[in-house]
């Protein structure tokens, strides 16, 4: 397969290029600097500007970009640039491939604040209803600018990403270090639900959706949802740590900015779509998913 990739550069993303290239496909990254080597191509989401041949020519785009949400404080103007960011690409995206003589599979971001910041222990899939609140928001309208590749008859999934565990990035990467210290300890009071989902099975799940005629949201996190408690646990014997310390709701938010919100708040998201597909997951449990995430 042809396939464009917006936001390649990043956590994940990287991560999806390196394994649908191993895979043998064609992968194209847009960047927004000159492009200076081959697989590149300059964009500017901002304005519009794209490579509307690249589109044409593509069997698939994948929509990954956007400012990062964990830096705080979460100004207005920050929060600008979160939905402008993603509204820019996204749009861009969409409306390039719907000009194309045929449209390719686009495959959009989007995070599992579709459903809010806090949903107490209901179990969600992508039947339920949208949450409330600033990253609720911004996901609505971040899905929402994908209607032209929908309106054009493009299979468009959006990927309703949940916490994303790999030592190399994200939250687990700013955990380990003072867990590795004994310092490990209880968010807020424990009780919250965490979804979660590999690094590895996030890119799986992602090239299973280019393989699979599924449209419309996905959840992406792995099958069992656990408290933070019992994440908390988990950690601590994949690492062979102790963990007897609590780390209060208010310094939760001074250490992780904006990434607190997605700790503290309780959402159990289900793969559903996924699951039905016929999807399966290498690590669909919590200590086996930590196992993966910190070898």
């Not at 690409?89 to 989007?110: D, F, H, I, N, Y």
């Not at 005629?213 to 908390?232: D, H, K, R």
Request: negative net charge; charged residues 20%; aromatic residues 6%.
């Amino acid at each position: 397969m042809h396939v464009v990739i917006g936001g390649a550069s990043g956590f994940l993303g990287s991560a999806l290029a390196d394994h649908l290239r191993t895979a043998g496909h064609d992968v194209v990254r847009l960047v927004r600097r000159p492009a200076s080597s081959e697989g590149t191509s300059q964009w500017d989401p901002a304005t519009g500007r794209i490579d509307q041949v690249l589109i044409d020519r593509a069997d698939a785009v994948v929509n990954l970009s956007g400012a990062p949400i964990s830096q705080w404080p979460r100004t207005a103007n920050r929060r600008r640039e979160i939905l402008a960011s993603r509204l820019g690409a996204t749009t861009t995206l969409a409306r390039a491939v719907a000009k194309a003589p045929t449209p390719p599979v686009l495959l959009s971001g989007s995070g599992m604040s579709w459903y809010g910041v806090d949903r107490g222990t209901e179990r969600l899939d992508e039947s339920d209803g949208p949450g409330q609140g600033f990253l609720a928001d911004v996901s609505q309208q971040w899905e929402a600018a994908a209607q032209p590749a929908i309106d054009a008859g493009a299979r468009t999934c959006f990927l309703r990403t949940s916490l994303v565990l790999d030592a190399s990035g994200g939250v687990l990467r700013l955990m380990l270090p003072a867990w590795r210290l004994g310092g490990g300890a209880r968010l807020g009071s424990g009780e919250q639900r965490m979804s979660l989902i590999t690094r590895d099975d996030w890119v799986r799940a992602v090239a299973h959706l280019l393989d699979h005629e599924i449209s419309g949201p996905v959840n992406l996190s792995m099958p069992a949802t656990v408290t933070n408690a019992e994440f908390t646990d988990a950690l601590a014997d994949v690492l062979h740590r102790p963990t007897f310390l609590v780390a209060p709701a208010f310094a939760v938010r001074a250490v992780l900015g904006g990434l607190a919100d997605d700790l503290l708040g309780s959402l159990d998201v289900a793969p559903a779509a996924l699951e039905a597909s016929g999807f399966t997951f290498e690590a669909p449990d919590l200590t086996t998913a930590l196992e993966v995430a910190t070898r």
